[in-house]
């Protein structure tokens, strides 16, 4: 399996509080992106990184916004957490051939 | 529309059965295709590439037909093991090159 982890796993918060996701991956991979998954909707793309303080919105980037200083680690946060923000999230990475992604265990947030 | 179509299922077939999944997709320049396959609560996992000629890994069976657009993945001998729902997955290119179907559920019932 991919050296992929994130954190925390499951996360409880109020509406308008701020919260930040970590990715962090152990295969020196370029490509970092952060999804979504909802009934109905499946995975949806939020925002991506192709390297050290690159990084570009997704389908569904408005409320969140991410930051990569370094290889490794891929943030993701919520500003303001709002209840349409209740979901899982996953991370993912790929190397320079952009054909596998490897997927983290995802986390899931529950914004009351 | 959706670039990538699936019907969600779900499909409750019994044990030892066969079970056809099709995809279709609408950008005629995506290079390649792939099925990932998502256990209930887990993250999704590469179950194959899908290439022009077909390609077969045990008991499944991936086919693409670039004139019709559409992906294939037939599981032959269906185990209990099998249940999750399968991703149809089309590769385009720049940076956010996958695009993700929502899935398609299975149940194989003992």
């Known amino acids: 399996d991919a050296g992929i982890t994130q954190s925390p796993r499951h996360k409880v918060t109020e509406t308008g509080t701020p919260v930040t996701l970590r990715c962090h991956q152990t295969?020196?991979?370029?490509?970092m992106y952060w999804y979504r998954q909802d009934p109905g909707h499946g995975l949806r793309l939020i925002h991506y990184s192709y390297g050290v303080k690159d990084t570009d919105k997704g389908e569904v980037s408005d409320g969140y916004s991410v930051s990569r200083s370094k290889t490794e680690d891929f943030l993701l946060t919520l500003e303001s957490a709002t209840s349409s923000q209740t979901s899982v999230y996953f991370c993912?990475?790929?190397?320079?051939?952009?054909?596998?992604?490897?997927f983290g265990p995802g986390t899931r947030l529950l914004v009351l | 529309r959706k670039e990538v179509e699936q019907d969600p299922g779900p499909f409750n077939v019994p044990e030892g059965a066969t079970v056809a999944f099709n995809c279709t997709y609408s950008n005629s320049a995506s290079q390649s295709f792939f099925w990932y396959r998502q256990d209930c609560r887990k993250e999704p996992k590469l179950l194959m590439s899908?290439?022009?000629s077909g390609n077969e890994d045990g008991r499944f069976t991936a086919q693409l037909n670039r004139a019709s657009q559409y992906i294939s993945l037939l599981i032959r001998d269906s185990k209990l093991s099998d249940s999750a729902t399968y991703l149809c997955?089309?590769?385009?290119?720049?940076?956010?090159?996958?695009?993700f179907g929502k899935g398609t559920r299975l149940s194989v019932i003992a």
């Open positions: 899908v290439y022009s």
């Open positions: 295969e020196n991979h370029r490509y």
């Open positions: 997955v089309a590769l385009n290119s720049g940076n956010t090159p996958l695009v």
């Open positions: 993912a990475i790929s190397g320079d051939n952009l054909e596998t992604q490897y």
